[in-house]
């Protein structure tokens, strides 16, 4: 999978996600993240994966802030930045 996240090479780079079986072995990694926006993109890049490889979620496409096309945007009212949401599922 090729993750759509721009700061997805930095933090597998960083092994944020190396060996991880459960959640619960994913969330002292993230708490540990310093700044809040480092922690959010982690989380964001982890439900990226999550979606993509998971069959149990129920969408169809999913996009990452920055990606969300403009009549989705327009739909749903989001604004231009992604600033109040982090994703958007169909």
């Known amino acids: 999978m090729n993750a759509h996240h721009y700061k997805a090479a930095h933090w597998v780079g960083q092994g944020v996600f190396d060996g991880l079986t459960l ?3 994913f969330e002292p990694r993230v708490n540990d ?4 926006k480092d922690r959010g993109d982690v989380f964001e890049i982890f439900i990226e994966g999550y979606l993509a ?3 149990i979620t129920q969408h169809t496409e999913h996009w990452v802030v920055g990606g969300i096309p403009v009549e989705m945007r327009e739909r749903f009212n989001l604004p231009n930045d992604g600033t109040p949401a982090a ?3 169909s």
Request: charged residues 25%.
């Open 23 to 25: 959640f619960t072995e």
């Open 53 to 55: 490889t998971q069959a």
């Open 87 to 89: 994703s958007l599922c």
């Open 33 to 36: 993240i310093f700044e809040e």
